[in-house]
């Protein structure tokens, strides 16, 4: 079965500096892998998605990630840190197209945006 | 932009009670989902569904039911809700075959059972 760990609960970061949200998943193949955002009292909206190619992807809001296959991570990055972007941020893995198949979601960081 | 629309923002309910989730998505999609999502505890899949009345268990299915009677329209089911199913339940949506795996969400039912 797959699973995704996000091993940060809270991150605090002020604004304009550089951010990295940390993911790893188990999968015993190439994975699908996912960052998903979820602003106060909103439903998750996709930052950006790797499928397969280039392992840096880029994604909405200026944010970037990179998949890792011998770390089995696909951390999240983003230069310069604006204050819209505190937030709660999931990292999912899914398992090659069959048509249905789910999504696992990690618990969540929450990102803290300080002047 | 596809949007998956869930009716009720916020619901209060009291024990015992019998409470539908309702879940519409106007792009046309095979598959649909709800989760449940607590904090610390990210979101879990309680049933899923890839075709008028199909439906799969998820990771938490007991105290739930679904039903997709039409393409565009799946719902929750709590036959009895007790205080251990308020929550934030959130639909989601995707296409079938290539970027099945591309879930929209919805803005979110958070329910408060008392």
């Known amino acids: 079965a797959q699973s995704v760990t996000q091993p940060d609960i809270h991150i605090t970061v002020s604004e304009g500096a550089s951010l990295e949200l940390r993911c790893n998943y188990s999968?015993?193949?190439?994975?699908?892998l996912f960052w998903y955002v979820q602003s106060p009292g909103q439903g998750l909206q996709l930052l950006l998605k790797y499928f397969s190619g280039d392992t840096l992807v880029q994604g909405i809001k200026g944010f970037e990630a990179e998949f890792k296959r011998s770390q089995s991570s696909f951390n999240l990055r983003k230069p310069s840190v604006h204050w819209s972007d505190a937030a709660e941020y999931f990292c999912a893995v899914g398992a090659h197209d069959s048509g249905y198949s789910t999504l696992t979601f990690g618990k969540g960081t929450m990102l803290l945006v300080s002047p | 932009d596809v949007k998956v629309t869930q009716s009720s923002r916020y619901l209060v309910k009291r024990t015992g009670e019998k409470v539908f989730l309702e879940c519409v998505q106007d792009?046309?999609?095979?598959?649909m989902f709800w989760y449940r999502q607590d904090p610390g505890l990210g979101l879990r899949l309680i049933y899923f569904?890839?075709?008028?009345?199909?439906?799969e268990k998820g990771d938490i299915p007991e105290g739930y039911s679904v039903s997709r009677e039409k393409k565009e329209r799946f719902s929750l089911i709590l036959e009895s809700a007790s205080t251990n199913q308020t929550s934030m339940y959130l639909c989601?949506?995707?296409?079938?075959?290539?970027?099945?795996?591309?879930?929209?969400f919805g803005a979110g039912s958070r329910l408060t059972v008392l």
């Open positions: 999968y015993g193949a190439t994975p699908y």
């Open positions: 792009m046309d999609h095979e598959n």
């Open positions: 989601a949506s995707s296409r079938a075959g290539s970027g099945a795996n591309v879930l929209t």
């Open positions: 569904s890839y075709d008028v009345k199909m439906k």
